[in-house]
């Protein structure tokens, strides 16, 4: 499985920004997919999961009530929308793929998530 994320970029305090993530192979749909961001200095956090039908979602306390996750099993894509932004969001942002047909762990466990792509650079200023 290969994912590419996208969408990140520039936006001022209290914007919206869209990140997308596209996968590779026919395992999509079946697989739970996740955003985590990582902040100069700090660890990899979660920020938001979803099932492989998109029934489940769950955030991080830092994006509850203003992102939100969906999905395109059609298009083998994942979305992260990012509304009311705030400085402390600014972050490399990663989106990540569970096996296919596993979902043992929480979304909001990292080990739940096998395949990680490259990160899209998330800068919001004050």
């Known amino acids: 499985v290969q994912l590419q994320a996208s969408g990140g970029g520039l936006v001022q305090t209290g914007g919206s920004l869209s990140l997308s993530c596209a996968a590779s192979?026919?395992?999509?749909?079946?697989?739970?997919m996740g955003w985590f961001r990582q902040a100069p200095g700090k660890e990899r956090e979660f920020v938001a999961g979803?099932?492989?039908?998109?029934?489940?979602?769950s955030y991080g306390d830092s994006a509850k009530g203003r992102f939100t996750i969906s999905r395109n099993n059609a298009k083998n894509t994942v979305y992260l929308q990012m509304n009311s932004l705030k400085p402390e969001d600014t972050a490399v942002y990663y989106c990540?793929?569970?096996?296919?047909?596993?979902?043992?762990?929480?979304?909001?466990?990292?080990?739940?998530?096998?395949?990680w792509g490259q990160g899209t650079q998330v800068t919001v200023s004050s």
């Open positions: 192979g026919r395992t999509f749909s079946t697989s739970v």
């Open positions: 979803i099932s492989w039908t998109g029934g489940t979602t």
């Open positions: 990540a793929a569970g096996e296919p047909r596993d979902w043992s762990l929480a979304l909001d466990n990292r080990a739940q998530y096998k395949y």
